[in-house]
């Protein structure tokens, strides 16, 4: 049996955070939170807009409050933003949590196809967005893994079935 806790989700973006946190959290029953949707509705902006504004430092402090908001829920599902584990502060916030975080695991080709027309993506409106995503995930990587106590490869993956290897490790954490 699960645990009615929060379940984490983890990984870069493309990843399919999102899409899966939906998912799992019908199957767990449990309300569903997308962090950087979070952010959005308190700041009335797009994340690019508060990129574009206050810069990236200026969302990550953004992106800590709604974590420290949404880890106080009873028990949810949440999907972080990719970035979220790139300040201390929100790493030390998820291990003090002690929720089940996944590490929702993906190549960077399927990152660039999955995110390839998404315009809300402000860290990859460059020249050459497989070099971003490639050292985005080298510097990001060994946190995921440190944080995650469940990883699952979602590479070509229907995303049911990552749910079932998701519930199958969660039944035996």
């Known amino acids: 049996m699960i645990p009615r806790t929060t ?22 029953n449990l309300p ?8 959005e509705q308190r700041c009335g902006a797009s994340i690019p807009w508060i990129f574009d504004i206050e810069g990236e430092a200026g969302f990550r402090e953004r992106e800590t409050e709604a974590l ?3 880890l106080a829920n009873p028990a949810c599902v949440l999907a972080t933003g990719g970035g979220i584990v790139k300040m201390a502060r929100n790493r030390d916030l998820l291990k003090q949590a002690k929720v089940p975080c996944v590490y929702l695991r993906t190549s960077v ?3 660039l196809a999955r995110t390839a027309q998404d315009k ?14 490639t050292q985005l995930l080298a510097e990001r ?7 995650s106590a469940i990883q699952v490869h979602t590479d070509l993956i229907n995303p049911v079935e990552i749910v079932a290897q998701i519930m199958t490790q969660l039944e035996s954490l």
């Open 120 to 133: 809300n993506r402000p860290l990859l409106q460059q020249d050459d967005p497989e070099l971003v995503l």
């Open 109 to 111: 080709a399927t990152q």
């Open 141 to 147: 990587e060994p946190f995921y893994q440190d944080l």
């Open 68 to 70: 420290q908001t949404l």
């Open 7 to 28: 379940v984490v989700l983890l990984g870069p973006m493309g990843a399919g955070k999102t899409t899966i946190g939906r998912l799992l959290a019908q199957r767990l």
């Open 32 to 39: 569903f939170f997308d962090s950087d949707k979070e952010i």
